[in-house]
């Protein structure tokens, strides 16, 4: 089963992996991360399809995905 | 499992300095991801301009230099003739590589240097605080252009790669956007082609990416996009200007 | 070797080249274009790289990048070329790069005249570009010194990692003398120069574990880093100090009534006018700084005599180097200085008169 991961220590918050989301399953974190962004993270793996569409809009190189 | 994207190996863990939503960080991950897929990361070396990206040298994991605002066509140049087995890459924007560094690019096009040029455009000199850049649209409103752009006054924006297309010596010229997820697909090919032709020494390479600069412009990161695809690229035609690789021998 | 009659803007190209150097990016001016002449038509030939570039700018950035993959590399100019370098300088001293840049002077401000002076002192030697930095300035007075000065300048700013300026002048650059060259570089000795840099400079990785990630670069945000990387500069630029320091004493003794400071081209005149007056049992001494920095204060101090009444100060601008000659005597006795300006060099009969009158 895919999994996508958003490194907290790189995500800026900027939103874009959520609105490339086909499935809708990223959004924004309650937390903040040490630069005081909410970050982005997944809230159901179970449907990650492992398109990438999330990985390719990151301008800050934070998410991996695993297949 | 297995890892099927990640952060690649030709960038260091040091986190990107550009702003959140800004475009700028997908054109650098796509020159890595190149230059790990061409298995280049111990013949490779670029050259940071002063700008938004003036801490490239500290994303890229193999050697870099910081160039002076504009220099980083002649400082590449000076690196591929002292070590020609080595791959030279330039990362520059809008105000670096089309105002103060004019003449630099053009004449290492004009030479055909051996070397790959990205030149991140998004209209304005996003580092010193939105002021106007050669690139800023007719009528677009920045800290020094407060009334709008008047080409009267100041003159149209530049198209480098026209300009630089209507030289002889450069190889592969082509202008892409990072405003999509089917733009960003796109221009990672363009980046590709641009470090398998440096790998294979074909000659001058240079790549524009439309871009967008969401904390300058005053949008958030998706409208600014938008804004993009409806104001810059209609001014900024997306396409290929030359391929001698393509071209019918 | 036998001697060959050259112009100095030649001698120093293939002196140059004999040290090494196989990387020249440079652009016309006059009086120094038989230089970039020389270098267009001998580095082919040496398997060298010789680039014509698009301005002065342009081509000492090229040097920053040259210097930057560790090899010997040297660009040329005259005064007005010079000024648009000093961008570059500042950048290759904040980083540490080593390269050999000739400045073949020519009068002054502005465009000027293309006659020799010595109106670019203050900018080599105190700073030209921005910020707290230093270069070594190497100043000859004949062609084979103009030659000689060209291998140590490498040498000096491979063992320091800083830039060194040829301060030469027109009439150097201009006129030909007999030279006689050092052996050039051989295959093993340029091979080990291609490699001397290796620990900082760019250069392929190695496969495996031996990678690296080498910067070049000058900027640093963090002011507290700065300021210790701008200290650690000036702890180099003492060593040089402590070591590097050359002169030539001409005639001086304690019989000496007058002490000469001139350099380069000033004092070829100036050391005519002294064996002139010698033998009219005048006894003048000449302190010539070969290094204008670092410069020889020591030198100058001691060698101030008994009986000299005077340190008189020679030079072909509007007073430039007294400046250091002040600190040097620090007091002890008058400093007087004469210059000619607007590119006129002063002749023997000028330098007597002025010497004689101190009598």
Redesign the interface.
């Known amino acids: ?1 895919p ?1 996508v991961t958003v490194d907290p ?2 995500c ?5 992996c959520i ?2 989301c086909p499935k809708k399953i990223l959004q924004f974190s309650e937390d903040i991360n040490d630069k005081g ?1 909410h970050y982005a993270e997944c809230i159901n793996q179970e449907v990650c399809t ?1 398109c ?2 999330c ?7 934070a ?5 | ?8 190996e030709t ?1 260091t863990a040091e ?2 300095t ?9 054109a ?2 796509l020159i890595a991801e190149a230059i790990e897929e061409h298995g280049l990361i111990n013949l490779m070396a670029g050259v940071a301009p002063v700008g938004c990206a003036v801490f490239a040298y500290k994303f890229f994991n193999f050697d870099m230099a910081e160039a002076a605002h504009g220099r980083a066509p002649a400082v590449a140049t000076g690196m591929k003739r002292g070590r020609p087995n080595m791959h030279i890459f330039t990362y520059q924007g809008d105000g670096d590589l089309a105002a103060i560094g004019t003449a630099e690019i053009v004449h290492a096009a004009n030479r055909g240097e051996h070397i790959s040029i990205f030149f991140i455009n998004n209209a304005i000199y996003g580092m010193t605080g939105g002021q106007m850049a050669p690139t800023t649209l007719a009528g677009m409103k920045t800290t020094t252009s407060p009334y709008g752009r008047n080409p009267d006054d100041i003159g149209y924006p530049i198209r480098m790669c026209e300009l630089l297309a209507s030289l002889v010596a450069p190889y592969y010229i082509e202008r892409v956007s990072l405003l999509s ?1 089917g733009d ?2 796109r221009a990672k090919k363009a980046v590709n082609k641009a470090i398998q032709y440096n790998k294979e020494e074909r000659g001058f390479t240079f790549i524009e990416f439309i871009s967008t600069c ?1 904390t300058n412009w005053g949008f ?3 409208k600014a996009r938008e804004w993009a695809k409806e104001n810059m690229l209609p001014y900024y035609k997306l396409g290929v200007f030359r391929d001698k690789g393509e071209e019918v021998q | 070797m036998s001697k060959i009659l050259m112009k100095g803007n030649e001698a120093v190209a293939e002196a140059a080249i004999r040290a090494g150097c196989r990387l020249y990016f440079a652009y016309p001016i006059t009086p120094q274009s038989e230089l970039i002449e020389y270098m267009a038509k001998m580095m082919p030939k040496v398997g060298g790289t010789f680039i014509q570039a698009e301005s002065e700018v342009a081509a000492i950035n090229m040097v920053y990048g040259a210097a930057g993959v560790g090899k010997r590399v040297m660009t040329s100019s005259s005064s007005p070329g010079i000024s648009l370098k000093q961008e570059g300088i500042s950048y290759m001293a904040g980083a540490e790069l080593p390269a050999v840049i000739v400045n073949v002077q020519r009068g002054g401000p502005g465009l000027g005249d293309i006659q020799p002076a010595q109106g670019d002192y203050f900018q080599a030697v105190k700073g030209g570009g921005h910020g707290d930095y230093q270069l070594i300035v190497l100043a000859p007075c004949s062609v084979q010194e103009f030659a000689d000065l060209a291998s140590d300048a490498f040498d000096l700013a491979d063992k320091y990692r800083n830039p060194v300026m040829i301060l030469a002048d027109g009439m150097l650059g201009q006129m030909m003398e007999p030279v006689e060259f050092k052996p050039a570089k051989t295959q093993e000795e340029l091979e080990a120069l291609a490699n001397q840099h290796l620990s900082w400079c760019i250069c392929p990785n190695a496969d495996g574990d031996a990678k690296h990630h080498h910067e070049i670069n000058s900027l640093e945000l963090d002011p507290e880093i700065l300021e210790k990387h701008v200290n650690k500069l000036y702890e180099k630029y003492a060593e040089i100090e402590k070591n590097e320091v050359r002169y030539e004493s001409y005639n001086v003794s304690d019989d000496n009534e007058i002490l000469c400071v001139a350099w380069g081209t000033a004092a070829r005149v100036v050391k005519s006018a002294i064996n002139e007056l010698a033998v009219r049992g005048k006894s003048i001494g000449l302190v010539r700084p070969i290094t204008c920095w670092p410069y020889p204060y020591e030198a100058i101090a001691s060698a101030i005599g008994p009986k000299v009444k005077k340190v008189y100060v020679f030079e072909l601008n509007s007073g430039q180097m007294v400046e250091d000659v002040k600190i040097a005597v620090n007091g002890k006795v008058p400093v007087d200085f004469w210059g000619k300006l607007g590119g006129i060099v002063f002749t023997p009969a000028d330098i007597q008169a002025k010497l004689e009158a101190c009598f």
């Open positions: 089963m999994r220590f790189y800026k918050g900027c939103g874009l609105i490339a962004y492992a990438r569409l990985y390719i809009t990151c301008p800050d190189v998410i991996t995905i695993e297949k | 499992m297995q890892v099927i994207a990640k952060r690649p960038l986190p990107f550009y702003c959140p939503g800004c475009t700028h960080g997908i650098t991950r997820p960003i697909l969401p958030d990161p998706d």
